[in-house]
């Protein structure tokens, strides 16, 4: 009897938590998921965590977050992910680097293949689990790759900046967006 | 604003209800929205140990490949998905055409099978990018190959389902899978890993 009280407290605590996060998109902010930090030292200190820690999108270290939701199935996913590294690339290289941060969040992988994902196309940026689709579901019914410019704001909540939905075509002008739209 | 969260919750209702896989969400005006299906719907007719019953089924390139052929030779994955052009199908390959590696290190060769005609497994899988392993038709007789494993379903289609088959012939691993979820490449390459 207690275990299934505690069942369904947990399934209302998820459920609210499911609507908040609904609500807090349709207003243009964006909800502040927790996630698992990396368990690679470097990409790990890279966002301001410790490796393998909990911790929401807000205590990323940076100002703005671009972050792209992919599938490691997703072949169009796959065929942008050589482009994805030279963004990510330029972004390290740029004046920006301390303040603009990038992730990967794996839609319905598990950490397992988020992993294959990571080496086989060689990717330098921290790719994130989202085994059960919890963040996918939450965002709706969006098309992969889909990219998120988030801006941590002092007090820690999160406003949507731009959204692209697909592989970018000029990766220049897609550049160019991210930095202005981040408003550095 | 309420019209926006009207739109964003009706959106993430119907992701919820449809099981839509994201990987080719995009476009998916080309996948038909099969909805949430009954998870399986025959009764498996072979059993680990068993040896894998043979069959010989057109490919894509052409050729027919035979099952036994490989005897001796190679490890066989079989991977029988329902139904070209809906969503949990469209992924499934996609996710095993990049480790290509791991199948070759583990000397086994991936056959990957629908109860679909040639002409549209070709348009199909050509959206996948180019495909490393063969993609053989069991259209006509038809479902005659899932039907001699038992994973042929009432409506015609196949079962979501894995046979990880060794060199002997002997069917080392089955997974006869919800057909409304991935089943995912752990327990897969878990598997491989343990073959000679």
């Known amino acids: 009897m207690k275990a299934r009280g505690r069942y369904l407290a947990g399934a209302v605590l998820f459920l609210a938590l499911g609507l908040a996060w609904t609500q807090a998109l349709a207003s243009g902010a964006f909800p502040d998921f927790k996630l698992k930090a990396p368990a690679d030292p470097d990409q790990a200190a890279y966002l301001g965590l410790a490796p393998e820690s909990d911790f929401k999108l807000s205590e990323i270290r940076g100002k703005a977050v671009l972050i792209e939701i992919f599938s490691m199935y997703c072949p169009h996913c796959q065929g942008a992910a050589r482009d994805v590294n030279r963004l990510y690339d330029r972004i390290r290289n740029s004046a920006h680097k301390g303040d603009l941060k990038m992730i990967g969040i794996g839609a319905g992988n598990s950490a397992f293949e988020v992993g294959i994902f990571q080496k086989k196309f060689a990717v330098p940026m921290p790719l994130l689990p989202d085994e059960d689709y919890t963040i996918y579901d939450t965002l709706g019914d969006i098309g992969t790759p889909y990219f998120y410019l988030i801006r941590i704001k002092p007090g820690g909540s999160l406003d949507i900046l731009f959204e692209h939905q697909g592989p970018y075509k000029d990766e220049d002008a897609f550049f160019k967006t991210i930095i202005q739209k981040s408003g550095f | ?196």
């Open chain 2, 1 to 196: 604003m309420a019209k926006r969260l009207m739109l964003v919750v009706v959106l993430t209702g119907l992701a919820l209800v449809s099981g839509l896989c994201p990987a080719l969400a995009e476009g998916s005006g080309l996948l038909y929205q099969v909805g949430k299906l009954k998870p399986t719907d025959s009764v498996l007719k072979v059993k680990v140990g068993d040896q894998a019953p043979d069959f010989s089924l057109p490919s894509l390139s052409g050729e027919m490949v035979e099952l036994g052929s490989f005897r001796g030779k190679k490890n066989v994955v079989l991977s029988f998905v329902p139904a070209a052009f809906t969503p949990v199908c469209s992924n499934q390959w996609p996710g095993y055409n990049i480790i290509q590696d791991i199948f070759e290190a583990n000397d086994a060769i991936l056959l990957g099978i629908t109860v679909d005609n040639i002409p549209s497994l070709y348009v199909w899988t050509s959206r996948m990018g180019k495909l490393w392993f063969p993609v053989l038709s069991d259209f006509w007789p038809h479902g005659a190959a899932a039907g001699k494993f038992g994973i042929l379903r009432g409506d015609g289609t196949s079962e979501r389902a894995l046979f990880v088959i060794d060199k002997k012939g002997v069917i080392r691993y089955i997974d006869v899978h919800d057909i409304n979820r991935n089943p995912g490449l752990e327990a897969l390459v878990r598997e491989l890993e343990k073959l000679d």
